[in-house]
């Protein structure tokens, strides 16, 4: 891994440090956290052919792979 990596990496896990921190470390709440955030941004994920978005079940609305 290059030293760029290993910086990148410490800062991600810096930011998810300081987001259970400020969540009390619970864990339940960091879930509850991360999934809202799932919700928030569904309309940003990159979907693969017959993929669904996590949390909402459903197709990203740009992307239609139904059959004509």
């Known amino acids: 891994m290059s030293d ?5 990496i410490a ?3 810096q930011v ?3 987001i259970s ?3 009390g470390h619970d864990p ?3 879930i509850a956290y991360y999934i ?7 309309g940003r994920c990159l979907l ?3 993929e669904e978005l996590p949390i909402t079940g ?9 059959p004509d």
């Open 11 to 13: 800062e991600i896990r």
């Open 36 to 42: 809202e955030l799932q919700r928030q941004y569904a």
């Open 16 to 18: 998810r440090h300081a």
């Open 58 to 66: 459903r197709s990203h609305p740009e992307f239609d792979f139904s």
């Open 4 to 8: 760029e990596s290993d910086v990148t």
């Open 28 to 30: 339940q709440q960091v």
């Open 21 to 23: 921190e400020r969540l």
């Open 48 to 50: 693969t052919e017959g």
